[in-house]
Nanobody, 120 residues
Framework: QMQLVESGGGSVQPGDSLRLSCSAS????????MGWFRQAPGKDREFVGR???????TYADSVKGRFTISRDNAAYMVYLEMNNLKPEDTATYYC??????????????WGPGTQVTVSS
C-alpha cells in the first residue's frame, strides 16, 4: 500500500502561481513513477503530468510550459508548480502512483485531492 496526501490548493487569480505538494508513505517511493491528475466539475478526470523514478517528466499539452513536476525521493514528496494559472485550470488535483508511460494502466494509488480555484 502507498498512501498519498496532497496539499497546497487554494483560490488564486488568473496569472498567479501555486505549488501543490504530495506526501507519500508506505512503499519504496523512489521506485514509482508519480503523477498528477485533475478533475473539473462535470468533466472527466484528466492527466496533468508525470515524473519517472529518474526524474524525466511528461505533461499534458494544456499545461506544458506552465506547470512543472519535481520530486524529492529522500523526503517522499512530489510537487506540482503551477504558473500563469488560468480559469480553466480550476479543478480538484490528485496525486497518483504508479503513473505508467502512455497511461496504459490506471494508477493504483490516489490521494484525496486538493482544490484549486482560479477566478478573478
Amino acid at each position: 500500500q502507498m498512501q498519498l496526501v496532497e496539499s497546497g490548493g487554494g483560490s488564486v487569480q488568473p496569472g498567479d502561481s501555486l505549488r501543490l505538494s504530495c506526501s507519500a508513505s508506505g512503499r519504496p517511493f523512489e521506485n514509482y513513477a508519480m503523477g498528477w491528475f485533475r478533475q473539473a466539475p462535470g468533466k472527466d478526470r484528466e492527466f496533468v503530468g508525470r515524473i519517472s523514478p529518474s526524474g524525466m517528466t511528461t505533461y499534458a499539452d494544456s499545461v506544458k510550459g506552465r506547470f512543472t513536476i519535481s520530486r524529492d525521493n529522500a523526503a517522499y514528496m512530489v510537487y506540482l508548480e503551477m504558473n500563469n494559472l488560468k480559469p480553466e485550470d480550476t479543478a480538484t488535483y490528485y496525486c497518483a502512483a504508479p503513473v505508467v508511460a502512455g497511461l496504459t494502466r490506471a494508477p493504483e494509488y490516489w490521494g484525496p485531492g486538493t482544490q484549486v480555484t482560479v477566478s478573478s
